[in-house]
């Protein structure tokens, strides 16, 4: 059999995950809650959304699968 050698190269694929959802907050302000959001919840990947504040406090619901966009892909 004849195979051609190929020559591979290296591509860098920038890429994003968007994970949609919402938090449901309790709290006195809409300020109060975006602060809330941004200190207290947070997403890694590999494990899953998380909050460090107390259960009564917060709920939210997010899509298990993320929106995947591919922005560029350049050759390295």
């Known amino acids: 059999m ?3 050698i190929m020559k591979k190269k290296v ?3 920038r890429t994003q995950y968007i ?3 919402v938090f449901d907050v ?3 302000s809409k300020e109060d809650a ?5 200190q207290n ?3 890694v990947m590999g494990g ?3 909050s460090t504040l107390p259960d009564d406090e917060i709920n939210w619901v997010f899509d ?3 929106n995947k966009r591919i922005d560029r892909i350049m050759k390295v």
């Open 2 to 4: 004849n195979f051609k």
């Open 11 to 13: 591509y860098r694929v």
């Open 19 to 21: 994970f949609d959802g």
């Open 26 to 28: 309790v709290t006195e």
């Open 34 to 38: 975006r602060k809330k959001v941004l």
């Open 41 to 43: 919840c947070g997403l």
């Open 48 to 50: 899953s959304i998380h």
């Open 64 to 66: 298990r699968h993320p």
